[in-house]
């Protein structure tokens, strides 16, 4: 899981990283929007997320 310290400024959409969504299990994509919080994002979306707190 070691990085290059030089890394290309494109990405392609593979080569982000991915995780399982606590809710329903799927595994989601990093975004953008989740750049500094990737590390705290639980759940694929807002809608999952409100049904973990249902729950
Ligand atoms: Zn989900």
């Known amino acids: 899981m070691s990085r290059p310290a030089s890394r290309p400024k494109h990405v392609s959409k593979a080569d982000l990283p991915q995780k399982p969504c606590a809710v ?27 049904d973990a707190r249902k729950r």
């Open 24 to 50: 329903c299990n799927r595994p989601f994509a990093w975004r953008k929007k989740w750049a500094r919080v990737w590390d705290d994002v639980k759940y694929c979306s807002e809608r999952c997320r409100r």
